[in-house]
């Protein structure tokens, strides 16, 4: 449903590359995630998410994506390009890093079915100065 102010998205901006911009941090007051989501056509939606247990770095680093994954099946997107500064999750999903512990691996076992749900997905690790928004 449409709230009013809203514009509706058109099958065709399904058709078309979305863009994803995630990001997650940890420190001593606790761990958080930020998510943007673009359309083909610059319309933005964000999310700041605050985790409610203690995550590493790496960790709210895939809790990030995986949220931001989940956003983009919940409005139908079909091509989608993942934007991280996380080497390790990039490295992960492309295969060129194994995940070491069984928590890593559950994380990129989820990911990557999450992403195979997408016609086409791609990620790409972008500096952290170019993912501050």
Do not use: C, H
């Not at 610059?42 to 409610?52: C, D, H, P, Q």
Request: proline share 2%.
């Amino acid at each position: 449903m449409i709230k009013q102010g809203e514009t509706p998205v058109t099958r065709r901006e399904m058709d078309e590359s979305w863009e994803l911009y995630t990001d997650g941090a940890s420190s001593e007051e606790g761990a958080g995630v930020g998510i943007l989501l673009v359309s083909p056509t610059g319309e933005e939606i964000t999310y700041a998410i605050r985790l409610k247990f203690a995550a590493s770095n790496n960790k709210a680093e895939y809790e990030a994506l995986i949220a931001g994954l989940r956003l983009a099946k919940s409005i139908d997107v079909r091509q989608l390009t993942a934007y991280v500064d996380s080497q390790l999750v990039v490295s992960q999903l492309n295969g060129s890093f194994e995940a070491r512990d069984t928590t890593m691996q559950k994380y990129l076992d989820l990911t990557k079915a999450l992403t195979n749900t997408f016609t086409a997905f791609e990620i790409k690790q972008i500096p952290r100065n170019r993912n501050k928004k």
